[in-house]
């Protein structure tokens, strides 16, 4: 047996390992696995190359709870270590890891996600154990098995033993603060979080299976028991798109998401060689309106090994939505958030994901536009939310972006330019796109629309205003106005001349038998000549106020907009008959007034409460 000094001139680093690393102790069980994990890809290549000789058989690994001796045990099949290795990787190199490790973060420790970036994984054991052991036989010929042993002081001792297995097992003798990793229950979890999908067997444990033998009446149920093995060492995302159909993606999403019963709307398949590796399947599902974001979110790996499901920075914000697994041994994981949002391989990422998602789309838009259609509801938010973040984003889904009409006909902005062309062009040449926020309560302004065979589109996602502010931007003599901004000829404003029907006298006398009645806080009074078929009161909300307004509650910088009070224009058509009524009434004008002022109200949904009562009172009146 040998003892010897770690080799080490930082006096001792255990209590900084415990102290600083202490938030994310569990991360300790997730480093032992991946070194065996690591051990057992290499074995198993050398095999491959006949470096190794034989067959190696299906390699597992294990993971082991004595809860007398109060060990954990960490079980691999992997090359093992000879002496000399033990010494080098264990003694030396991980060491002086350790030491750079300290030297840099001392002060400043902000991820612990960065213990494996200087070697530190095997150390991380010490978080959890007041003595680790480590049991190893190399695969080389003639190798002696050895021990290695260290309570946490620089001090440890190596000696030879029989073990006939190839192979190492790391022992952690867990420490009294950290009894709870000797549960059953805490190991389960963490090897379900961490190594759920590593590429080698991981046992744990074992369960009951039942299993039927024989057939018909003979048929009996039988239970025995198996192994419990934790993982799926070749999840959907390792494999060829060319190997997986449309079932296999849907079954990786139960597999990811156990809890999730809805159905994803569909997926991407991302794999990428340069200028970084990049795997991973992201899927869309169906936005609801309960669904909770910080739940069943995309998750990071690293060669199969979770990281976190916190993917801020790595994918663009307006894809924090989606769901799936993204895999890169590229991503600088063990940095803090702030280096990572500053990090060119990091944004090259990012652009990567958003240009692949904007290409499938595409694809999808192109290959069954009816079923990009149906879908569109569901996804619009996604990619309404991408064209306002995402400069490259807006110029592709220029191509698959679709705007409704009330009518149910589905345009791309292309299409609908041509569409209304011809009819929706105003006197100074601008292309009006009409819109609509909300096809009940605007109701009779769409219809006066479309009586004019004017396009409506159906536009309701809160960030509506921001988009065609955009819109509006990026195409020159595009005006976005919502059907009720203005009376219809106003809408589009074409070249006419109206007559009026009533004298210039007779308008200013109703004007004034109007405006006695009309609270002028609240209402713009503008007498106009339309036709006599159009309403005789009519409610606008003028565009540019409203969109303002809207964007100042979504958040968007115009502040103060939002505490603006409710101001509306009021239309008067001095062409309807009903102004003829109002002027020759004898009694009840004001009566009038209000009733048709009431009747543009509701039109408007404005109507409510005690006016509400009022108005019915006073129809009934009326009736008499
Ligand atoms: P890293 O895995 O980043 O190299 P670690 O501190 O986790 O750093 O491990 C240090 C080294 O110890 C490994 O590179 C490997 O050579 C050796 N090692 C650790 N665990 C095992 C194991 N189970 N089997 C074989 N070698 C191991
Ligand atoms: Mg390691």
């Not at 879908?375 to 064209?387: A, F, P, Q, R, T």
Request: charged residues 30%; negative net charge; contains cysteine.
């Amino acid at each position: 047996m040998s003892k010897g000094n770690i080799n080490i001139s930082t006096e001792n680093i255990f209590p900084i390992i415990k102290k600083f690393l202490y938030s994310d102790h569990e991360i300790f069980l997730r480093e032992l696995v991946s070194n065996a994990t690591d051990a057992t890809l290499k074995l198993k290549h050398l095999f491959s190359i006949g470096e190794a000789k034989g067959e190696y058989g299906t390699p597992q690994i294990e993971i082991k709870i004595d809860k007398k001796k109060k060990t954990l045990h960490i079980i691999d099949q992997g090359v093992g270590m000879t002496k000399e290795e033990v010494e080098k990787y264990i003694n030396e190199i991980a060491f002086s890891g350790a030491e750079e490790f300290v030297e840099k973060y001392k002060d400043k420790i902000e991820d612990s996600g960065i213990i494996g970036r200087f070697g530190l994984g095997f150390y991380s054991a010490f978080m959890v154990a007041d003595k680790v052991e480590i049991l190893t036989k190399s695969y080389k010929k003639g190798s002696q098995a050895v021990r290695w042993e260290c309570d946490g002081s620089p001090v440890y001792t190596l000696e030879n033993i029989d073990k006939k297995e190839i192979g190492t097992e790391i022992i952690l003798h867990i420490s009294k603060e950290e009894k709870g990793f000797l549960e059953e229950n805490k190991i389960n979890e963490l090897l379900t979080k961490y190594n759920r999908f590593m590429p080698i067997s991981i046992k744990h444990g074992t369960r009951e299976e039942t299993k039927t033998i024989g057939e018909g009446d003979d048929a009996k149920e039988e239970k025995t028991i198996v192994d419990n093995i934790i993982n799926n060492p070749t999840p959907a995302w390792t494999k060829k798109p060319s190997d997986l159909k449309e079932e296999d993606y849907k079954s990786f999403y139960r597999e990811l998401y156990p809890m999730q019963f809805e159905e994803p709307l569909f997926n991407i398949h991302l794999n990428v060689d340069y200028p970084f590796h990049l795997t991973g399947i992201l899927y869309f599902p169906r936005i609801t309106k309960n669904m909770d974001i910080q739940k069943d979110r995309i998750q990071l790996y690293q060669n199969q090994v979770f990281v976190t499901d916190n993917v801020e920075g790595i994918v663009p914000d307006f894809l924090q939505m989606l769901r799936g697994v993204i895999d890169s041994p590229d991503i600088p994981l063990n940095v803090s958030r702030s280096y990572l949002q500053s990090d060119g391989a990091v944004k090259k990422i990012s652009g990567y994901i958003t240009k692949k998602v904007a290409d499938k789309l595409n694809s999808i838009f192109k290959k069954d536009r009816k079923d990009f259609e149906a879908k569109w509801e569901d996804i619009k938010l996604i990619i309404e939310y991408g064209m306002l973040s995402e400069d490259k984003f807006f110029d592709k889904a220029q191509k698959f972006a679709l705007y409704p009409m009330v009518d149910g006909a589905n345009y791309t902005l292309e299409e609908l330019k041509k569409k209304i062309k011809d009819n929706q062009t105003d006197k100074d040449d601008n292309l009006i796109v009409l819109y609509t926020s909300d096809k009940d309560k605007q109701h009779s302004y769409i219809e006066t629309a479309q009586a004019k065979g004017y396009k409506v589109v159906l536009l309701d996602s809160p960030i509506v205003p921001h988009l065609i502010q955009k819109l509006e931007t990026e195409n020159e003599k595009v005006k976005f106005t919502r059907v009720d901004a203005d009376f219809i000829d106003n809408l589009i404003k074409k070249e006419d001349t109206k007559i009026s029907k009533l004298s210039d006298d007779e308008k200013s006398k109703l004007e004034g038998i109007i405006k006695e009645v009309v609270p002028a806080e609240k209402y713009t009074v503008q007498m106009e000549a339309l036709d006599s078929s159009e309403n005789p009161f009519i409610i606008t909300q003028p565009e540019f106020m409203r969109r303002y307004k809207e964007m100042s509650q979504t958040g968007g910088g115009m502040m103060g907009m939002g505490e603006m009070p409710e101001m509306y224009n009021l239309i008067i058509n001095t062409n309807n008959p009903l102004m003829d009524k109002i002027l020759k009434a004898k009694k009840n004008k004001a009566k009038y007034v209000n009733q048709a002022l009431d009747l543009a109200k509701l039109s408007q949904s404005l109507l409510t409460g005690k006016e509400m009562t009022e108005f019915i009172k006073r129809s009934f009146e009326l009736m008499k």
